[in-house]
């Protein structure tokens, strides 16, 4: 029987080895592990969105008639006060079309007048004919007059009233006129009222959209002004959030302009349709506080408290494992990573309220960054 050379065997050896120490330290070298001592501290539990900064009522200045754009007053970024004018079309022409419907109210107005005079001689004419006929009348019972003479004054009775019925009706005539051309005039004037565009509102010029010098159709957008009284953040929060909220709630808002800064603001109203597909529904916060600088468009995340509570047990939530559905922790045994389940309080973004199954100065482990095998009941570490 041939005996195998050592030489051979070695390289066997060796990678038996290795494998060996492969072995070991998967199995029986404790696993690094980040670790977190269980303090008890402050919780303030709160829902998270991200939207845009937008204003309740906003406006686009366009103007009713189509004409020449003579003036732009205003411009983007400028504050601009309730009836203030902010741009005026060229007016020559309505001017004078309120000139000529102001001359006709005139006119009309003095036919009325010379009508009303026709009427008051047409009544004196009417009267001395009556009393001429009731004259003729005495004289021919009188056998004095004859009947010739009777009938013309019965004719010219008539005569009179009819000239004072047309004069009547004249005046009424008249009068139509005068309320056409009071219309007409109010008409003319309120087309006038047109060629002026006015702020309707205290509030911001955002953006500017024509210059002087083009013909504007109406509807064509002048200028963008928005209410400055009412500034919130829009925002789309889970709707799995939903029963935690409620108008009135405090809130933070932070700007991606200032990172670090948060600004102070209310849950102003919630929205009662989610998108359908990413099942998510619009929360307005009334920002109390804006940035020196701020757009209206600029995305801004809100952070709404729901509850607060001091002097809780806290765990940090990137320490949270499920199982089947409920929560649990890898607590450190004496270099062993055991699992325990909790029950958890209130969320906040940083910590989360633990009201059963940890203890106050207990060390909780997670794997550390990069590792991609999770802890498992028993398993040896090494905590950092």
């Known amino acids: ?4 050379s050592f030489r051979k065997l070695l390289p066997w050896l060796i990678v038996a080895a290795i ?18 001592t269980i303090a008890t501290g402050e919780v303030r539990g709160e829902v998270m969105g991200t939207g845009t900064l937008e204003a309740r009522v906003k406006t686009t200045i366009s103007p009713r008639i189509q004409e020449r754009l003579a003036e732009v007053l205003v411009d983007q970024g400028d504050s601009v006060k309730s009836g203030q004018l902010l741009a ?3 007016d020559a022409e309505t001017k004078q079309q309120v000139a000529i419907a102001d001359a006709t109210l005139i006119a009309a107005r003095a036919t009325v007048e010379r009508v009303r005079s026709d009427e008051a001689t047409a009544q004196a004419v009417l ?5 001429d006929h009731q004259r003729s009348i005495d004289l021919l019972a009188a056998k004095i007059s004859s009947q010739a003479d009777f009938d013309k004054t019965a004719e010219a009775l008539h005569v009179a009233e009819a000239d004072l019925k047309r004069a009547q009706s004249a005046i009424l005539e008249a009068e139509s006129q005068v309320v056409t051309a009071e219309k007409t005039l109010l008409y003319q004037k309120e087309h006038l009222a047109f060629t002026e565009m006015r702020s309707p509102y205290d509030g911001l010029v955002t953006r500017r959209d024509r210059d002087p010098g083009g013909i504007v159709v109406p509807g064509a957008s002048i200028l ?12 789309w929060v889970d709707e799995t959030a939903m029963t ?23 849950v102003a109203r919630l929205g009662h349709e989610a998108d359908r597909e990413t099942r ?3 929360v307005d916060v009334r920002v109390k506080e804006l940035p020196e600088n701020w757009t209206i468009g600029q995305r801004a995340e809100v952070f709404i408290e729901t509850g607060h509570k001091s002097g809780v047990l806290l765990l940090p939530p990137q320490f949270i494992r499920w ?35 940890l203890s106050a100065g207990e060390q909780i482990v997670r794997p550390v960054e990069g590792q991609k095998q999770p802890l498992t009941d028993g398993q040896r570490i090494k905590a950092k």
Not at 245 to 263: D, H, I, M, Y
């Open 244 to 266: 935690g909220l409620q108008a009135g709630q405090p809130a933070r808002v932070v700007f991606r302009s200032e990172p670090a800064k948060s600004c102070a603001g209310e």
């Open 19 to 36: 494998v060996a120490f492969a072995v070991y330290r998967l199995k029986f070298s404790p696993t690094p592990a980040t670790a977190h």
């Open 127 to 131: 009267k001395q004919a009556q009393q």
């Open 1 to 4: 029987m041939k005996r195998i």
């Open 88 to 90: 005026r079309l060229d």
């Open 224 to 235: 963008q002004v928005v209410a400055t009284n009412e500034i919130w953040v829009s925002a």
């Open 280 to 282: 998510e529904f619009v």
């Open 323 to 357: 199982r089947e559905g409920k929560a649990g922790v890898f607590v450190n045994d004496h270099g062993h990573a055991r699992w325990r389940g909790v029950t958890l309080g209130l969320r906040g973004l940083q910590n989360v309220e633990v009201t059963r199954g």
